[in-house]
């Protein structure tokens, strides 16, 4: 019968230590949702990332059967799974790299503030066990409305006095990936030589493609602007309308927060030049947060770089961005304080 909890079977039989000290040090990562639609392929992507030393797997359902799954694959991570709220704790202990995909997907005709009301108080509860358990982790929050929970994660590391905004990012790589998918389309060029910066949140007009500023440097048709950026800003949207009240996008998104995890740890493990776009707290504009390009280092965010030149047809989308994003940021931090 398979263990329903800590799934310390790997390491009741002693050769834990031995794995993890043969090979390059390994990061403690844990993802709390695991065994959702997000949950279980990143779960499977970070058992592949030889980064990752030891994988802790938490949700309030089904982590015994999606650990045993994982736990079988035959990379460096020893994979441990938590079940339910009085496992949280074990699951975050001694974490270097926290991921959270938990909560609710929308459907058809819902917008990500419509999550609010459920996914606010999962966020709330998670970061209280993160404050407590790992305070000097880094988090990676995926969990929508992106443009609130991430300030109301910042709110509860405040009042549990650890706060540290360098070490709280949210997760808006999707809208990288997509936009390099995208463009290179229009481009008919490999997405793997595309970068877009994708500013502002993550959710539609916030959603803020700077197609001014591709890499490598390439022009565009008033045309392909506006199909592009309404593409990038609506391709949560896009995956939601064809799942047809089966969730949101999963598959793309576990890939996405692999890829923004991984260059995190590089980040961690002191690897110079790690640049991704992220939420986080930021002096950018006059918002308290705002997602750019960052660099990522031992400590998290180490340096975030400014918009760079906009054109006006940016300029007119970043006052919108800016517009909606303040009400949203507004909204979470008033969940915390009230
Ligand atoms: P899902 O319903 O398939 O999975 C969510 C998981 O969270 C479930 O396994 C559920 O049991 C778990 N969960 C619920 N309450 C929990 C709690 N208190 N503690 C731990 N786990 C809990 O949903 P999904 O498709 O995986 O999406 C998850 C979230 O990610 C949604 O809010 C979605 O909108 C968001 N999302 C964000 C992005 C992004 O770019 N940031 C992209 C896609 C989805
Ligand atoms: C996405 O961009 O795919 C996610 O934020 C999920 C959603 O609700 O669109």
Known sequence: QPPDSQMEDTSLLGRENCRSKGGAPGFKVAILGASGGIGQPLALLMKMNPLVSVLHLYDVVNTPGVTADISHMDTGAVV????????????????????????VPRKPGMTRDDLFKINAGIVRTLCEGIAKCCPNAIVNLISNPVNSTVPIAAEVFKQAGTYDPKRLLGVTTLDV??????????????????????????????????LSQVNPPCSFTTEEIRYLTDRIQNGGTEVVEA???????TLSMAYAAAKFADACLHGLRGDAGIVECSFV?????????????????????????????????????LEKAKKELAGSIHKGVCFIKK
């Open 243 to 249: 799942k047809a009240g089966a969730g949101s996008a």
């Open 177 to 210: 990936v997509r936009a390099n998918t995208f463009v290179a389309e229009v481009l008919g060029i490999d997405p793997r030589e595309v970068n877009v910066p994708v500013v502002g949140g993550h959710a539609g007009v916030t959603i803020l493609p700077l």
């Open 80 to 103: 441990r799974g938590f079940l339910g709220q009085p496992q949280l704790e074990s699951a975050l202990t001694g974490m270097d790299l926290v991921i959270i995909p938990a909560g």
């Open 281 to 317: 707290a930021s002096q950018v504009t006059e918002l308290p947060f705002f997602a750019t390009k960052v660099r990522l280092g031992r400590r998290g965010v180490e340096e975030i770089f400014p918009l760079g030149p906009l054109n006006e047809f940016e300029r007119a989308g």
